[in-house]
């Protein structure tokens, strides 16, 4: 099972890339052989898999007050003509429970899900657009390490056709659909390049891990700063963001700013893991299950650094963001700069069903350090400072702009790092911290 903290709607780049299979945990059907053979083979099985995984481990034993039992009994005395038909009723039943992050996914979206927790994908590692400019299907860039970066393929390359297709009004969605497919097999684009004769270029399908850490040195008036940028808490995030550290500090920054703005959240363990980059003691987390068994979590003395830190929040920082905030927050180990987080205290367990669909059920509530609950609150930062409507439209039509000084929210984190790094003592022999190298 894949414990998941993260907001379902936050918007995501679709990208060109095959399944990556999430942990399965098992059903159990009910009680007697009769009701297993009579749902063999029919779209009730999936149904009542789901319904039975939410019996076992949904957060709340009352079920919101719902009559979980008649639930089953509603949902297995229905005929269904199609699969479609077994998921709407299904959708039906988990709206009763009124949480919108305990929710059942069709094999699509369940595929996406599990495409972007697992922070890989299988394909030529392209981010495509539809330019609005021209309706032309874009290469908005291609991903590092990626075969189509191997290939040459440059931002703003226009992708005419897909082993002979034509892209003409093509979406983004059906042309990843044409790219994607299994490791070692081949895929076809006509590229149309400014300058250059349009050209085919053969791709050979690969697995590709996605960055969800950017980082970059900045000096920032005569200080060094390290900017590390966190979109989402993906399997890999947290090995990412170590090298990041790691090159950071090697480069001798005298502080860090971590950025979680619009970072929907990811899977709990990750959270857990750069938690303990950041904090050498101190709780990080408390969560507790239906049964009201509480379990917390703690650093464990494997920090990297002990650098002054500004972590970047706003309303759409949410779930494994928030856990890493509250962790920082609560324990005095950075200062919070932003806006109000988006307030999602809950734990969720991901679930493949037999028929390739899947299942987000509730299983825990959680706390921050010092027993706060942010659920439909959030975190305040330390220090508030919200975009306007032009600072919003300015960096969103521009993303280059986004950790510069142009960008509001950093300069003045970049204000609140330098006072405290001018606050702190100098180390003895005025040198700076060094990495440690975590075996």
Not at 203 to 220: D, F, G
């Amino acid at each position: 099972m894949n414990l998941l903290l993260k907001h379902p709607s936050l918007p995501k780049v679709i990208l060109c890339g095959g399944a990556v299979a999430a942990a399965v945990t098992a059903s159990m059907f009910g009680p007697g052989l009769r009701v297993r053979a009579a749902l063999q083979d029919s779209p009730k099985a999936v149904v009542d898999e789901a319904w039975q995984i939410v019996n076992r481990e949904y957060v709340d034993g009352t079920f919101n007050r719902v009559n979980w039992q008649a639930e089953r009994q509603a949902l297995l005395d229905k005929n269904y003509t199609s699969r479609d038909a077994a998921y709407n009723a299904l959708r039906k039943s988990l709206e009763k429970l009124r949480d919108p992050y305990t929710r059942f996914m069709d094999p699509k979206q369940y595929e996406a899900l599990s495409n972007q927790t697992s922070g890989e994908l299988s394909g030529v590692g392209i981010r495509l657009e539809v330019n609005e400019k021209n309706k032309v299907l874009t290469v908005v860039e291609p991903i590092e390490g990626s075969p189509a970066l191997q290939a040459g393929i440059r931002s703003g390359d226009r992708i005419m056709a897909i082993d002979g297709k034509s892209t003409r009004g093509m979406s983004v969605e059906d042309a990843s659909n044409l790219i994607r497919g299994d490791v070692g097999t081949t895929v076809t684009l006509e590229i149309s390049r400014d300058g250059s004769k349009s050209f085919a270029l053969p791709l050979t399908r690969a697995r590709i891990e996605l960055p969800t850490v950017r980082y970059a040195l900045k000096t920032e008036g005569n200080k060094r700063v390290g900017y590390i940028r966190l979109n989402e808490f993906s399997s890999h995030a947290a090995e990412q963001m170590r090298r990041a550290m790691k090159d950071l500090l090697n480069q001798k920054v005298e502080g860090f700013v971590l950025d979680l703005r619009s970072n929907p959240g990811g899977l709990l363990q990750a959270s857990i893991e750069i938690s303990r980059m950041w904090m050498n003691e101190g709780a990080i987390v408390r969560t507790v299950d239906r049964k009201g068994r509480s379990e917390e979590i703690s650093a464990n003395q494997t920090a990297l650094t002990n650098l002054p830190l500004v972590v970047l929040v706003d309303e759409n920082s949410a779930s494994s963001s928030e856990i890493l905030t509250g962790a920082l927050k609560d324990n005095s180990r950075a200062t919070v700069v932003g806006s109000q987080t988006f307030g999602k205290a809950l734990v969720q367990s991901v679930h493949n069903l037999a028929d390739g669909s899947g299942l987000a059920v509730t299983i825990a509530h959680y706390y921050t350090p010092k027993g706060t609950d942010i659920s439909h609150k959030g975190i305040a930062p330390d220090v508030s400072i919200n975009l306007t409507d032009s600072d919003r439209q300015k960096l969103s039509s521009d993303p280059a702009l986004l950790g510069t000084i142009q960008d509001p929210q950093y300069k003045r984190a970049v204000t609140e790092l330098e006072r405290v790094i001018l606050a702190q003592p100098r180390p003895e022999g005025n040198k700076r911290a060094q990495v440690v190298d975590i075996k």
